[in-house]
């Protein structure tokens, strides 16, 4: 398990954690899957109902490890966890499904847990390469699209404006604003998002 330190020792609580990154297989008819981490948030919560050693923590009565001693009633912070699993088919088309939200830690204190969430999403500025920019008609309206292939490898497609279609259709390459998901179980396991352009 991937061990998040912080200055207030106990003040916090592990829960079961499924890793979110299980690598990538290809099928018997080509499709590429992959999983990865896709989120993380900071929720408040209530403690509800004690389970054994379990807790669960309203109002969504969701269910988690009761590590740190709570007691029904007492007020918590949880950071939650989404992955989303990739499907690639042999012509290159995309799908992807998101899971739920899951708890995987508890903290007493609201700025432990924002400590930890800003360590697995990480913001940046960064260069990409531009791969092309095209246009799309229907009827009378128009779309400007460019598509541009992050650090990772990944190419994305966004709409754009007709001054910044003019402005990419000879570049090369443009700053962007890149967002890493790190995998809580395994922390150089990254999933990078487009998070837009920073160019003006």
């Known amino acids: 398990m991937f061990s998040i ?12 954690y499924t890793p979110s990154g299980s690598g990538t297989s290809v099928t018997a008819d080509g499709r590429t899957i992959s999983t990865v981490p896709w989120d993380y948030r900071v929720v408040a919560g209530t403690v509800g ?27 918590v912070w949880v950071l939650q966890h989404m992955s989303a699993t990739l499907t690639e088919d042999a012509q290159g088309r995309a799908q992807t499904v998101l899971s739920t939200w899951r708890p995987i830690k508890s903290y007493k204190a609201e700025s432990d847990a ?10 940046l500025k960064t260069k990409a390469d531009l791969v092309g920019v ?7 309206k128009t ?25 990419f259709k000879t570049a090369k390459q443009t700053d962007i604003f890149l967002e890493e998901v790190h995998d809580y179980a395994a922390y150089d396991l990254v999933y990078s998002k487009f998070r837009g352009w920073a160019s003006s």
């Not at 924002?114 to 913001?123: H, T």
């Open 5 to 16: 330190t912080s200055d207030a020792g106990d003040s916090y609580g592990y829960t079961e």
């Open 49 to 75: 109902d004690l389970i054994g050693g379990d807790m669960t923590i309203e109002p969504d009565n969701q269910q988690m490890a009761n590590d740190k001693n709570y007691a029904t009633g007492d007020q």
């Open 114 to 123: 924002e400590a930890d969430l800003n360590r697995l999403k990480v913001k």
């Open 134 to 140: 095209y246009k799309t008609t229907l009827g009378d």
């Open 143 to 167: 779309r400007e699209f460019a598509v541009v292939e992050l650090p990772s490898g990944q190419k994305v497609k966004q709409p754009i404006d007709e001054e910044r279609y003019a402005q």
